[in-house]
């Protein structure tokens, strides 16, 4: 019988990337509730609530550990100061989907609070979770995307291995209240 881990634990240099907790709520809150971090991603509302923290929280707890991963990062010093996810994305069908199937990509979000950004911390945390996705979690393809007024974030997806597609897309951004250009970029184990 072969068990899937629902909560693993990601070590890196300076950080451990860990299921959030309960206790982590204010300090996400804290993270995500600035409009310099929340503006940069397209899932993330602004305001970003305690309760929002408590319900993303929540359906991490619940989410089905075969398609989804989510992490608070974990310093080592300063403790939780970002967060970041692999899970499930519709991509546009390609030649070896079905017709009329959608083809389901795993897709790499993350954000980085503003005090930590520019230390290389989400660059660790990528590059730690892509390494265990590799080896644990069986993934050879995983998506991302940023941005195009965010190039910091492409840089950050660079050093980990990402290339960029090639491909511009506009995505919706919850916190801008408004569709972004955006460039999307895929790792290859």
Known sequence: M????????????????????????????????????????ARMPHPYALTDAEGWIGRAQGQDPRVERNFVIDHDEEGVVGMISLFPSEQLADEAT?????????????????????RGLATEAVQGLLGWARRDWSRRVVSAGHFADNPASGRVLEKAGFLYTGERRSLFSRARGAWVASRMMVWLA
Do not use: F, H, K, N
Request: hydrophobic share 45%; aromatic share 4%.
């Open 98 to 118: 079905p017709p009329g199937r959608s083809a389901v990509r795993t897709e790499l979000g993350y954000c980085i609070g503003a005090s930590w950004a520019g």
């Open 2 to 41: 072969c068990l899937i881990e629902t909560s693993p634990e990601i070590q890196t240099r300076r950080t451990v990337l860990r299921a959030p907790e309960a206790v982590d709520a204010a300090r996400i809150a804290a993270v995500c509730g600035d409009l310099a971090v929340a503006r940069m991603t």
